[in-house]
């Protein structure tokens, strides 16, 4: 654990670099072990199983590609979740990133009140998924929700919401941009940053407020811009708990007892690529076809990540 | 004089343009707030009619909630995922990030990017052989062992951040430990745990939401036995059998809000700060 540059030459130095490196090893062995046996040897299980025909009773039999396949060309739900996903991440992850932003700028420039306002603003986030998707599944109810109410009231439209294909990816999406406040804290923080000078020397050559922002403050906060959108790809990626609660949840107001075959409702419009995971896997016992999914998200996800580490050296510690 | 006022008057325009936007602002964030708290103490046929203002008010709503069979156990379950989870979480990952800020040694650069990037992975790549394991090899589903036991060996998102608090601790105060000489662990358990406690403080309070907010962890290990279901989990089931007692559910909702919002209220600073090293400091 020692770098070539220093090998050592005296046997009490090399004692002392063997002590060294048994101290490192030690520090890291609870993630080492961790890894080992809760991430590397799954990951490498779930690639096996991919290949095999496997229902969690009798022993897995190879079946080579046929899982792959049958995801790729039958599974009903896998191009469904796709383009869901697509449309989560470029629509909900612009919204959330230029909506934070927003918040952000406003915050910075608030006089009056400034740590109350941050307060309401940041509150959302905490609200557990579970809680706030069915706050907002009751909130945006087409018939008796207090949103519509009020949009009617207002003499606009009022959509069905969760309980229309069509604006069921919107209403996750307002939901997504209420918890918007940890995006905020770091647009704050990231503005709060940039060296005031730049502005006044601005000001003096006579630049406008939009021509500041797209000069001065876009280029400063650009690296904090892109770790916003690219941490939003990757959860829009794993979107899960509000998709799920908010479709079983819609179901029951139609349905009644909350009854749902089929995940997604309505029309498979909030269907995810995690939903298929737990879907093939939990609900219809095809662990092997489950594993195809779970190696596509995996692929996704770390195409995502490779992208944010190679731009941003700093996230990977290449600065110290 | 008049540049002056009309100066003046552009302040006082701007003032009001932006605290205007900021009241809007505070409307969307907290208006569903208010929604939720109206309907918790409506009663159940007002909570399926268009009124927003409670007729009359059912405070026995949140006794009602609070006595369903088994909202106390899935109350003590949650504790216990989130409160032993962040204890085992800080204690296996502080070490862990130690090293990685502070030792000098070959492949310190490749064992960070393996934390980030499992840190970036969705738990579904995983879940099925862990769950196979789990529930076939150890007959532990049905329980939250699974959720809790895997928190013993660090967790990436815990180790990135404590790690990124960590480097802001400068090195001459390790040194000068050392020059004591104490070892690595005492100047770790004397020097930089006294020093690093805002960063565990952000830590554990995200770990505890982590915990508190989950919700396919539980689905996955424990849907079938209701005596370990979480919060999260039970929350959803909260419905009637036949048709959605709004009034209910949104009672329901706030009880498992409220402490969530009441530990921000304590731990602000904590929590602000976590949140900006993740996305700000390098």
């Not at chain 2, 929350?235 to 909702?253: D, I, Q, V």
Request: proline share 6%.
């Amino acid at each position: 654990m020692t770098t070539a540059a220093d090998t050592p030459r005296t046997p009490a130095l090399r004692a002392r670099h063997r002590r060294a490196a048994l101290r490192t090893l030690a520090f890291l062995s609870p993630w080492l072990i961790g890894s080992a046996v809760f991430f590397a040897y799954p990951l490498l299980s779930t690639v096996y199983f991919s290949f095999t025909r496997y229902d969690g009773f009798r022993p897995p039999v190879f079946n080579g590609l046929d899982n792959w396949s049958y995801v790729f060309t039958d599974y009903p739900l896998f191009w469904p979740a796709m383009r869901n996903t697509l449309w989560l991440v470029v629509v909900m992850v612009s919204c959330r990133v230029v909506f934070g932003l927003g918040v952000g700028l406003l915050v910075t420039r608030v006089k009056t009140g400034a740590g109350l306002f941050r307060t309401l603003f940041y509150l959302p986030y905490l609200a557990p998924p579970v809680a706030a998707t069915l706050a907002f599944v009751f909130l945006l109810n087409p018939g008796t929700g207090p949103v519509n109410t009020l949009l009617d009231a207002a003499g606009l439209p009022a959509p069905g919401w969760f309980t229309d294909a069509g604006w069921s990816k919107p209403a996750l999406t307002a939901l997504a941009v209420w918890g918007t406040g940890d995006l905020m804290v770091i647009f704050m923080a990231a503005l709060l940053d940039v060296p005031k000078e730049q502005y006044e020397a601005a000001e003096l050559d006579g630049a406008g407020a939009w021509a500041r922002f797209r000069h001065i403050t876009l280029p400063n906060i650009s690296p904090v811009v892109l770790f916003a959108v690219v941490t939003g790809v990757i959860q829009a990626m794993q979107y899960y708990t509000q998709p799920t609660v908010a479709s079983k949840a819609a179901a029951g107001i139609i349905g009644g007892s909350g009854q749902q075959t089929e995940p997604g409702y309505p029309g498979r419009s909030t269907l995810t690529l995690p939903q298929t995971v737990y879907h093939l896997g939990f609900q219809r016992f095809d662990y092997g076809s489950a594993c195809v999914l779970a190696l596509v998200l995996f692929a996704l996800s770390m195409a995502c990540t490779a992208l944010l580490m190679r731009r941003r050296g700093g996230l990977a510690g290449a600065g110290d | 004089m008049a540049d002056m006022r009309a100066h003046r008057r552009t302040a006082v325009l701007h003032w009001v343009g932006v605290h205007s936007l900021a009241v809007a602002a505070a409307l969307f964030f907290v208006l569903p707030f208010v929604f939720l708290l109206l309907t918790s103490l409506m009663s159940d046929q007002q909570a399926l009619t268009r009124e927003l203002w409670p007729r009359t008010w059912e405070w026995g709503n949140y006794a009602q909630v609070w006595h369903t069979p088994g909202f106390l156990t899935w109350w003590r379950n949650t504790l216990l995922y989130a409160g032993l989870g962040t204890v085992l979480t800080v204690v296996s990952s502080v070490p862990v990030a130690y090293a990685l800020a502070k030792f000098r040694f070959r492949g310190r650069r490749l064992a960070l990017l393996l934390v980030i990037a499992t840190m970036m992975l969705p738990p579904q790549v995983v879940v099925i052989p862990m769950y196979l394991f789990w529930a076939k090899q150890l007959d532990l589903s049905g329980t939250l062992w699974p959720l809790i036991v895997p928190l013993a060996f660090g967790d990436a998102f815990a180790i990135f951040l404590l790690r990124q608090f960590l480097l802001t601790i400068p090195d001459e105060y390790l040194d000068a430990a050392r020059v004591d000489g104490c070892g690595e662990v005492r100047t770790l358990l004397r020097v930089v745990l006294p020093m690093a406690k805002p960063g565990i403080a952000a830590v554990a309070l995200f770990q505890f939401f982590y915990a508190w907010n989950d919700y396919f962890g539980p689905q996955i290990y424990a849907s079938d036995n209701p005596a370990a279901w979480t919060l999260s989990y039970g929350l959803e089931s909260f419905k009637g059998a036949h048709h959605t007692n709004w009034n209910l559910t949104m009672a329901a909702t706030v009880l498992v809000m409220a402490p969530v919002i009441v530990l921000f209220f304590f731990a602000q600073k904590a929590f602000v700060e976590g949140v900006t090293l993740t996305g700000v400091k390098g």
